[in-house]
């Protein structure tokens, strides 16, 4: 199959099933892709994430700019010898964490200067600069250098917009090679109008797949999903959406019955290095002393390493004598929860099933708190 | 075979390859043992260390009782179940980590009364309660208790011997379980007579397996290897002889050409949580700027999964941005040295070569230092 072709299998509501094609494998969508952010997925080694179905991984430009640096990763063969990951790698274009993590930073129509939050030392990102970086990586999806704006600043929004519309056709100029797919990041804070021209606009040019970027960042969930609805219908059908920092088990199914083909998020990983532990009906903090004589596992259904291998009880006694083992266990799990729910909600588009399921999960979600959470 | 025999299969000058049945399987010797101190290997799941050929652990009694407590252990179905480590186990009985890690203590004829290094709450060890501990633990060897004194003074090591022995014997008339090996630690500080005298007394007693305590605990490493010497002759042939918290690659190669069958050590867990490695060669600390373009695995021969996968500049990336993954891969690393090296010796014996292996390895360790070390 030729790269970066989409092929949309099967639509129930507006859920979608696909498979996406990319130079290292079929990423068969809806996906989940869980983060590596220095070039791991912090506590678990490749096979652990080979084992528990993870397909699709990210990683962070900016930090991989500042830390190893693009050059050396280059020299190294790309991201996928580096850090050994040999299914499709996808990354962002440092846009984002511009905006969220660096100590200072100036904006002009030409690209943003920062500070590292590592040491404070000065750098600047263009389109063309994040483009070349993101070569560099040698990821199988890059992204367009964009603005994350506040959400709810009409004015600032605005201009936010025109920068990040400039900037997305100045890396489609930029970009050279031909084994990696750009895909577009269109913005708009929580207005319908600027979110629905720039959906249009990424439309309208040549990206193989179009991000929804600037949600889960300040705004609340009811306006993330007004958004997600504004643009299901704009957007080309036979292109890949991906919805950029979402992934609680409630943003996935919410996100999925809304058109949506691509998650990220680091929740499932930084929860596990908090002792919290996510389920079908909710979450636990196996700190809490209830889980100190438990024999059960995790979720009983569930068919990861941890849940197949290791009591509450004993999980609850990493945590509390502080072993890194706990973050690594925890990991496998949400990671794994996260994957085979949206499996399922692959299977049931498939089955045209979507609509039950989605209701019977936000029913039994949270309603059927476990104790101790 | 009955358990707990031990079947002396060749000797090579003082080399010995042997096989100790336990309940969880056969353990050849020599033998290195990774340390689970608080019932995990730390950073690794029982699935990694299984890879890399781990045959017996050892865990600490001091640690488990004060947390998570020895009666929800066997509450658990012993430490195999708790901890999911089907192959044999061994436990310390809390004698030397009483004496280094606990904030206070008295010493009387009866036992131990210490204040616990993690809340200051107080607890007393008698070798009747030690061994009442390790048999809620439930591990296939176990540990008299005994009192591990300050290796240069005659006056008390001469006295705390006199209590080691009678703990001894007060050890085994407590214990009651038969899937059990109470193996009896011998002291004696850095005095010839008094280890010899202990080893003797040892080798009275009806232990399936004898310790050897209180080295590497300040002494010189001439000195340790001479009081090696002292007991190898007294000690019987047809029991496994276990010293204990020794595991440089140097010290299993003295140990071993010494007539020692099993050791235990942190050293390569430690070190690899503070980025250093071992080699047949020396040691490195892949932190070093040296290694940032290495593309390299940490040992060209190795043949465990971090050497299969990564480069040591993929490695040294993850020390330098703090990541997680590094204590676990370095551990791999480390433990999966000293087991290979502590199998080549095995083999060394059995085809009579011990002495010739021994020399050559003396002569290459720290002679070719890698860069950066």
Same mark, same amino acid.
């Given at each position: 199959m030729e790269h970066f072709n989409f092929r949309l299998i099967a639509k129930d509501h507006a859920g979608r099933a696909g498979e996406f094609v990319t130079p290292h494998g079929v990423i068969k969508t809806p996906i989940f892709a869980p983060v590596g952010?220095? +070039? &791991?997925?912090? +506590?678990? &080694?490749p096979d652990q994430l080979d084992a528990l179905g993870a397909t699709l991984i990210l990683a962070n430009t900016y930090h991989l700019y500042l830390r190893p640096g693009a050059d050396l990763i280059a020299e190294m063969g790309g991201l996928h010898n580096f850090m050994n990951w040999s299914g499709p790698i996808l990354t962002d274009s440092g846009g984002y964490q511009v905006f969220s993590l660096s100590k200072r930073r100036e904006i002009d129509a030409g690209g943003v200067t920062f500070q590292s939050h590592i040491d404070g030392s000065t750098h600047r990102f263009t389109p063309e600069s994040a483009i070349a970086i993101q070569e560099k990586l040698g990821a199988d999806i890059i992204l367009t250098f964009d603005e994350c704006s506040e959400p709810y600043d009409r004015a600032y929004n605005e201009e936010a917009l025109e920068r990040t519309h400039q900037w997305a056709e100045r890396c489609l100029s930029a970009k050279t090679r031909k084994d990696q797919a750009l895909f577009g990041i269109l913005q708009g804070g929580i207005f319908p109008d600027l979110r629905a021209r720039s959906a249009k606009f990424m439309a309208s040019l040549d990206f193989p797949g179009i991000a929804i970027g600037g949600? =889960?960042?300040? %705004?609340t969930k009811e306006e993330m999903l007004a958004m997600l609805e504004v643009v299901d219908p704009l957007l080309p059908e036979d292109k890949p959406r991906y919805l950029m920092g979402v992934g609680s088990p409630e943003d996935i199914v919410e996100g999925v019955t809304r058109g949506v083909d691509m998650f990220d998020c680091v929740l499932p990983t930084r929860m596990a290095r908090n002792h919290a532990v996510l389920t079908r009906t909710g979450r636990m *903090?196996?700190? *809490? +002393?209830?889980? =100190?004589? $438990?024999?059960?596992?995790? %979720? $009983?259904d569930c068919d990861c390493y941890t849940c197949q291998t290791f009591t509450r009880a004993y999980l609850r006694h990493l945590i509390v004598a502080q072993e890194m083992l706990a973050a690594t266990l925890l990991s496998i799990h949400n990671l794994r929860m996260l994957i085979k729910l949206i499996h399922d909600l692959r299977e049931t588009i498939l089955n045209g099933n979507l609509e039950s399921f989605s209701e019977e999960f936000r029913q039994n979600f949270q309603k059927h708190r476990p104790k101790g959470t």
């Open positions: 952010t220095q +070039a &791991t997925v912090k +506590a678990l &080694t949600l =889960s960042v300040g %705004e *903090n196996l700190r *809490n +002393a209830n889980f =100190s004589h $438990d024999l059960r596992p995790i %979720e $009983d």
